[in-house]
């Protein structure tokens, strides 16, 4: 408990006891971003602009064309089993998965 002379709420004593981690040069609160929008959408065009909701990092505002970018990098792909290239259903077919634990063969049964 915070000291019974201290003028501070409980909640911001205790605040002050965990360094909050670094935030990144170009962060802003979440009401800051709703206030100013327009001016942090122009900054995310040079750098992107990291939103922070209770002193937290929640999102990052980021040029589009990063944006797509960093889509185009992203090659995972999702295949139903009947779906698997052949080549794929082969090799794991054929993958030694070394002894079977007892317990999870169990859980199957």
Not at 37 to 51: D, N
């Amino acid at each position: 408990m915070p000291p019974s002379d201290c003028k501070t709420s409980e909640i911001s004593y205790y605040r002050h006891m965990v360094a909050p981690a670094p935030l990144p040069d170009t962060s802003v609160s979440a009401t800051e971003f709703q206030t100013r929008a327009g001016l942090y959408i122009e900054q995310s065009g040079k750098a992107p602009v990291f939103i922070t909701k209770h002193r937290r990092l929640a999102r990052v505002l980021i040029d589009i064309e990063e944006y797509e970018r960093l889509k185009a990098r992203d090659t995972r792909q999702v295949y139903q089993t009947q779906d698997l290239p052949d080549v794929w259903a082969d090799a794991l077919a054929e993958a030694d998965y070394g002894p079977a634990d007892p317990a999870l063969e169990a859980l199957t049964r």
